[in-house]
C-alpha cells in the first residue's frame, strides 16, 4: 500500500524500523471473526490514517487478528506486524489462553503466526512473560528460564524467521537481563492513571528501547482505571476541545519520546479518534495535573 504522507504522532524507532508513534493493537479483530469485510476495512482505513505499525498475536481469536490482517495488508513491507508468542488460544476455562512457554513451544508459536499472516518473516516478536499482571502469572519457581527462552528467538533471529525481540509483561530486572539480546520494544500495562512500571520505562528509555503501553486507557481490571472516566482527564480534554481517550493518548506521547502507542478498536469512527489523539498538545499546566493524578500502580514486584 502506498500514499501514507503522515504518520499519526509523529515517528519514533522501533529497532531498525521507523513506525508511527501511534498504532493499532488488533485484539479487538476477534470480533469480526463472521464479518471480515468490516475488519479489512477498519485495517485499511487505519493505514490511509498513516498508521503502519500494528500489533497483534496468532491467538488472538484462534488465528482470526492474523488472518484479517493478512487479508487487508497482505506482506506490505510498508507496515510493521508486532506479534505475541509465549499463549496459546484455549476453549473453556476462565480465561481463553494457556501459556506455553518452553524453547520449542516458543518455535512452534512463531510458525503458527508466519502461517496466518502468510509472511516468509515476522517483523518484531513479543515474548509474553507470566511475570505481571493483569492477566496470567506464575511464581519465580514456575517461570522458565528467560535465558532459554531467548537462545531461541535468538536463533529464529539469526536464521532470518524474526527481525526484532520484544518483552510483554516483564519486571525491570528481566528487561536488564534482556538487553544484551537486543530487544526492541517492551510493553506493560501502563497509563496517566496507572503508573507502576514506571522505572521501566526510564530503563527503556536510556537504553532506546520502545515502550509500548497496553490498556493505554485503562481497562476492566480494577487495578487498571479507566482514563476517560477520571474527572482531571475530562477537565482537560474540555479546555483542549478533545476527547478525555485523546488527553489521554496525548499524555502519553509527551511523557516519554520512546513511547509508542497501540490502541484497539473495533469501530472506524474510533480509530480516527485515536489517531488524531496526535495532533493534541496539551500545555505544561496540564501536564502537570495529569502527572498529578497516577493512581495506586500495577505491582512491579
Not at 91 to 119: D, F, H, K, M, Y
Not at 191 to 198: C, D, Q, T
Not at 214 to 232: C, E, H, I, R, W
Request: net charge negative; hydrophobic share 45%; charged share 20%.
Amino acid at each position: 500500500m502506498t500514499g501514507i504522507t503522515t504518520r499519526p504522532g509523529g515517528t519514533g524507532p522501533l529497532g531498525s524500523r521507523t513506525v508511527s508513534r501511534i498504532g493499532y493493537g488488533a485484539m479487538a479483530l476477534e470480533r469480526f471473526e463472521h464479518d471480515p469485510e468490516l475488519a479489512v476495512a477498519l485495517l485499511r482505513r487505519a493505514v490511509e490514517l498513516g498508521v503502519d505499525h500494528i500489533d497483534t498475536a496468532d491467538f488472538y481469536g484462534r488465528s482470526v487478528s492474523n488472518d484479517l490482517i493478512r487479508r487487508a495488508i497482505g506482506s506490505d513491507p510498508a507496515i510493521t506486524v508486532v506479534t505475541k508468542v509465549g499463549a496459546v488460544r484455549v476453549e473453556g476455562g476462565t480465561i481463553p489462553l494457556a501459556l506455553e512457554q518452553r524453547p520449542e513451544q516458543l518455535r512452534a508459536q512463531v510458525q503458527a503466526n508466519l502461517r496466518s499472516l502468510s509472511r516468509e518473516r515476522l517483523d518484531v516478536v513479543n515474548l509474553r512473560r507470566p511475570e505481571v499482571g493483569p492477566g496470567i502469572t506464575l511464581p519465580d519457581d514456575e517461570l522458565v528460564d528467560i535465558d532459554d527462552q531467548l537462545a531461541e528467538l535468538l536463533a529464529l533471529r539469526d536464521d532470518g524467521v524474526i527481525g526484532a525481540i520484544g518483552l510483554s509483561a516483564v519486571r525491570p530486572a528481566t528487561v536488564q537481563r534482556a538487553l544484551p539480546a537486543g530487544i526492541v520494544c517492551v510493553q506493560n500495562a501502563y497509563s496517566v492513571l496507572s503508573r507502576g512500571f514506571e522505572d521501566t520505562l526510564a530503563l527503556c528509555r536510556a537504553e532506546g528501547v520502545a515502550w509500548v503501553p497496553y490498556f493505554p486507557l485503562g481497562s476492566a481490571f480494577p487495578q487498571l482505571p479507566k482514563v476517560t472516566d477520571d474527572a482531571v482527564v475530562r477537565t482537560v480534554a474540555a479546555e483542549a476541545g478533545a476527547t478525555p481517550a485523546q488527553v489521554g493518548l496525548a499524555w502519553l506521547l509527551a511523557h516519554a519520546p520512546n513511547i509508542l502507542l497501540i490502541p484497539g478498536t473495533g469501530s472506524i469512527p474510533h480509530l480516527e479518534e485515536n489517531t488524531s489523539a496526535g495532533a493534541v498538545t496539551l500545555t505544561p499546566e496540564q501536564l502537570a495535573r495529569l502527572d498529578a493524578i497516577a493512581a495506586a500502580p500495577v505491582s512491579a514486584a
